[in-house]
């Protein structure tokens, strides 16, 4: 595609219920990012995919976030229980690393809002 | 631990006036600087960059260099259009062993231009 797409652009949830957010990354990027934005913050890092691979998942504020990405492409960040204080905008990133240099694409974010 | 302080905001300016957005920066190693834009309703965007230091990197009339001794990353442009009504974000990657290139961002600075 042209660009990275997240699904869906909004969601909101009861609190305690558990939601799945999607990200498709540009075709051929190996590097997947995920940040969280709190409202009127910059993005936070979550996680980091390389291919398939989880490399670096300190970002998770807790243990009710999961993420995923199992043949290399499409990702997947699951909150189970969700709590009002997950209520933000979650922002994937997607980039083919080359000399370390490469540039990370951004999709328009999923608009999380826990009652 | 690596950090972006920039201006906090908001910033209102008239067209053609001159902008400049603060940034500073904390960090180990010889970082990645960046200024990324997010326009209303759009995903974050790359605005430039700089690698090393003495760099500057420039685009649609924006431009910042790359201040080591100050651990600076100011953003200029010499006219602001309405069009360029968003909020800015700076941003660095580390370069260090073990880096796998996640962003961490300031807060942002949102910057309206009114004609």
Known sequence: GAGVSQSPRYKVAKRGQDVALRCDPISGHVSLFWYQQALGQGPEFLTYFQNEAQLDKSGLPSDRFFAERPEGSVSTLKIQRTQQEDSAVYLCASSYPTSGQETQYFGPGTRLLVL | ?115
């Open chain 2, 1 to 115: 631990g690596d950090s972006v302080t920039q201006m906090e905001g908001p910033v209102t300016l008239s067209e053609e006036a001159f902008l400049t957005i603060n940034c500073t920066y904390t960090a180990t190693g010889y970082p990645s600087l960046f200024w990324y834009v997010q326009y209303p309703g759009e995903g974050l965007q790359l605005l430039l960059k700089a690698t090393k230091a003495d760099d500057k990197g420039s685009n649609k009339g924006f431009e910042a260099t790359y201040r080591k001794e100050t651990t600076s990353f100011h953003l200029e442009k010499g006219s602001v259009q309405v069009s360029d009504s968003a909020v800015y974000f700076c941003a660095l990657r580390g370069n260090y062993g073990g880096s796998q290139g996640n962003l961490i961002f300031g807060k942002g600075t949102k910057l309206s231009v009114k004609p």
